[in-house]
């Protein structure tokens, strides 16, 4: 069968020239496209840890600026409550002297309402004698039909007074 052997004898060039076109294909590819896509793949590697190491510094910054705000609002609360302890030793002292001056003015107003009350209290016992007399004259008067002097009757209301 003459077409088998010439199959073998065509087969066997094109065998040949594909084995070469695909060893060409094979090192053009090792070659220049290779480096441009490790090259390609680093530079995306490269990128990747740039960007999570910015990303570190970022999270270490804004841990940084959280601490710091706690601090801050630490401090600003530390000094409302000083500013709050004051403003109430200032309330109550002043609570305390308003207090003692009221306390002061009642004890005056009892001081000097306990002198009227005295006062008015030796007016009456002054004048109890009189109306003692004048009580005895009417009595007197009414009881017996007599007439006693005023200074009579006023020396009688005293001696019963002071035995009384």
Known sequence: MPQIAQILETYASQFFWLLIVFGLIYFGIARAMLPKVEATVE???????????????????????EEAWHKQVDEARAVAQGEIASAKAKGAADAANQVAKANAKLAEQAAASEASIADARSKALASIGDVAAEAAQDMVAKLAGLKVSTADAVKAAREALANG
């Open 43 to 65: 530079a995306r590697s490269r990128k990747i840890a740039d960007d999570l190491a910015a990303a570190e510094r970022a999270r270490a910054a804004a841990t940084g600026a």
